[in-house]
């Protein structure tokens, strides 16, 4: 297998960029599935983990030469990076790029799992010098400077934006934890895991991703 990821940010995870992208794998249906199983973002990081580690790509080509930034995956903002990065190793490139770009690896669940089980590498970078920085989503750009303390104050939720919204159905389809009334655009927030699947795939860009405090009002 040849690993092929994007140079993008993730709403969830942080960044997506070569451990995440064999996630791809998985047959689409049951990602939802596997979103719901893993619950909370430092599970599904393990999981992304073991899923890459049974995949063993022999080669990871990132494109960055145009990439994503914001709230990536899908509603993120496109932007000109120039960078392309080449590695056996997808834990060592993901680790170099997160660097390149002022982030620290600690603030990326894959990587600070990746480095708790001692699966980063030694490496060395060979060719033109990367450094650059990045936007992260607004679901972390925040709580990464703001702790544990008041996360659950300040945690981002998916939230209709009215006026966008087609009623599609698409979000509700794709929800794992079945908390989206598409026809009511209301969102279950108990049953709500935050994995913002419904964020990541609405074509219209109507799921928002507000705080919980002011989301309650609304």
């Known amino acids: 297998v040849v690993n ?8 969830q995870m942080v960044m997506t960029l070569g451990v995440k992208n064999t996630f791809g794998c998985i047959v689409g249906i049951e990602k939802s599935s596997w979103h719901l199983r893993a619950g909370t973002d430092e599970n599904f990081a393990k999981l992304l983990i073991d899923v890459h580690k049974v995949v063993s790509p022999i080669l990871t080509v990132l494109d960055g030469v145009w990439g994503m930034e914001g709230n990536g995956p899908s509603n993120g903002e496109k932007r000109f990076f ?5 590695s056996r190793n997808a834990f060592a490139l993901d680790d170099a790029i997160v660097r390149s770009l002022g982030v620290s690896p600690d603030d990326v669940f894959v990587l600070k799992e990746a480095r708790k089980r001692g699966l980063i590498p030694d490496y060395e970078i060979a060719g033109d010098d990367f450094k650059s920085t990045i936007k992260l989503p607004t679901t972390r750009s925040f709580l990464n400077r703001a702790g544990k303390i008041i996360e659950p104050l300040i945690t981002r939720v998916p939230h209709f934006d009215k006026k966008k919204c087609v009623k599609c159905g698409i979000c509700e389809e794709k929800c794992p934890a079945e908390a989206i009334d598409v026809k009511a655009q209301k969102i279950n927030y108990e049953r709500c895991i935050r994995c913002y699947v419904c964020h990541e795939v609405c074509p219209e860009n109507a799921m928002k991703l507000v705080r919980r405090v002011f989301s309650l009002g609304r």
């Open 4 to 11: 092929l990821p994007k140079l993008k940010t993730h709403s």
């Open 82 to 86: 120039g960078v392309l990065a080449i």
